[in-house]
């Protein structure tokens, strides 16, 4: 949601004033495109890190408020539970050496961070979702302490009406419930950001939506959730049913979650702005004084608040934003699929091919959108988040005789994306040796079919073939993930196992 939040209880009249707004932001939103005001390409992107803090018993701390001002850095800031963090970087120029230039500051950033936390016997842990995480954990109590995540709360069991169901089926079944929206805090994931032009925007946001499977068979990291061994990436399951808005006979009618993939390819990012006005009631009321059409009359640049805050709250994998810098408009496509880590390195890696593969699938003569149904993207990045490194995934098979082929996703990789990502690094002119470093890490992670889930579900059944019982698997195994972390090697290079007493 971004900026602070302040704000009562909304009657009818907010409501309807508000959506009296939402239009008029949306028509000045098309009124901005329309003029061709928006800001001149430049080759920005941007990076968001949600974080972990757990202990060195490997179980979660809640302590942000302690953690925090320790920290003392405006990089860092609170996310929705009391034992997450989040740390922004700054937007840096897609060139050069700017791969080894973010993991540097990463490096050095999240170290601090590190340290700090270790002041109060709390550690920062970068993981899809924490394997120690318990029912008791994640309770209304241990939200973070700013009131803009008590308000979106309140709204969102308002408009649940009674408690949150989950229930996921994955090697194991979960089946619970929960009174708030805190389970949602249990997903902590990198944000990938990119700002390009209104011209671009469809094409760059289809191509994020194409390979978002291939990213969570390459990057899952999150199999554990209350004990459970779930699916390889959990986080989108855990995430759309703990933000459910819809009671049992709202999802029976077909009314769309707020958290989903999408169901079609689009032509302009405007359409995105408007879904999310035609499907999605507001849960954030709050109006903004400014009049974004008068604001345009007399040739200003609106803010459009409500806009921006409402699409805050519809939950897309790959979500379209609106900003402002020294008063010129840009877009970005937020690409939201990866979970965080398991390392900088495998981070970084994960940024790389990220970026490479939008640029060169976004100008391929015959894009990947026209020739693999949009239902088909989505069934990839279902099968990618239950089946991890193992999926397999739809894909057009190469040549003009077209079709579509069913494909190991680390064979895909290698034979297929890596050469068409490191094309678009080149074309991001993006120096020869990050390029082969960060994608390299790539191919030996499909070479070894290593990722951050599949190294903790080994390690957590070794632990238990050695004797442990489940509760202390996770713990030993979480501990051994956190030692790893912090040493930095990438993850397909990590020892399986934790060791012996």
Excluded at 274 to 284: A, G, I, K, M, W
Excluded at 319 to 324: E, F, H, K
Excluded at 427 to 439: F, G, K, Q, S, V
């Amino acid at each position: 949601m971004g900026e602070k939040v302040v704000a009562g209880a909304f009657d009818l009249s907010d409501r309807q004033r508000y959506r009296r707004k939402l239009h008029q932001c949306l028509e000045g939103l098309e009124r901005l495109l329309e003029e061709r005001r928006f800001d001149r390409p430049r080759n920005l992107m941007g990076m968001e890190i949600e974080l972990n803090l757990a202990g060195s018993d490997g179980m979660p701390k809640m302590m942000n408020g302690e953690v925090l001002p320790r920290i003392a850095s405006r990089d860092f800031q609170t996310e929705l539970g009391m034992f997450n963090l989040e740390v922004n970087i700054v937007p840096h120029h897609l060139e050069g050496r700017v791969f080894d230039q973010l993991a540097e500051e990463l490096r050095t950033g999240l170290g601090y961070a590190h340290r700090k936390a270790g002041e109060v016997d709390a550690g920062i842990m970068m993981i899809g979702i924490l394997p120690t995480l318990g029912r008791q954990d994640l309770v209304a109590a241990n939200l973070s302490a700013a009131e803009r995540y008590t308000l979106l709360n309140n709204q969102m069991v308002s408009a649940r009406g009674e408690d949150f169901s989950l229930d996921i089926q994955g090697v194991e079944r979960l089946v619970s419930t929960a009174s708030s929206i805190t389970p949602e805090a249990a997903c902590t994931s990198v944000q990938l950001h990119l700002q390009v032009t209104p011209a671009r925007f469809a094409a760059v946001w289809n191509a994020a939506q194409a390979v978002a499977g291939v990213q969570i068979a390459l990057g899952a990291n999150s199999p554990f959730l209350f004990g459970r061994e779930l699916w390889r990436e959990s986080r989108p399951p855990l995430f759309q049913q703990a933000t459910d808005t819809r009671p049992p006979e709202l999802q029976n009618q077909g009314v769309r979650p707020r958290t989903w993939f999408g169901e079609q390819w689009v032509g302009s990012a405007y359409e995105l702005f408007e879904e999310n006005l035609r499907y999605f009631p507001p849960l954030l009321p709050i109006c903004d004084e400014e009049d974004p059409l008068r604001v345009l009359d007399e040739s200003g640049v609106p803010r459009l608040q409500e806009l921006v805050l409402h699409n805050g709250t519809v939950y897309r994998w790959n979500r379209p934003v609106y900003g402002l810098a020294d008063g010129v408009p840009h877009l970005r496509v937020e690409n939201r699929v990866l979970p965080a880590g398991p390392t900088v390195t495998d981070v970084i890696a994960n940024a790389a091919l990220y970026y490479g593969l939008v640029r060169a699938l976004a100008e391929e003569s015959r894009p990947v959108w026209t020739r693999l149904p949009f239902a088909a993207a989505a069934e990839n990045f279902d099968t990618a988040c239950r089946h991890g490194i193992d999926a397999e995934l739809i894909w057009p098979r190469p040549g003009r005789s077209g079709g579509l082929t069913r494909v190991p996703a680390v064979k895909l990789v290698r034979d297929e994306l890596l050469p068409l990502a490191a094309a678009g690094l080149d074309a991001w002119n993006i120096e020869p040796a990050d390029r082969d470093r960060y994608l390299g890490i790539i191919e030996e992670r499909c070479k070894r079919r290593v990722n951050g889930a599949s190294w903790q579900v080994d390690t957590y059944h070794r632990a238990r073939e050695a004797g442990l019982e489940r509760h202390a698997a996770l713990a030993a195994t979480t501990r051994r993930y956190a030692e790893l972390m912090h040493s930095g090697e990438p993850v397909h290079s990590w020892p399986t196992g934790v060791p012996a007493p």
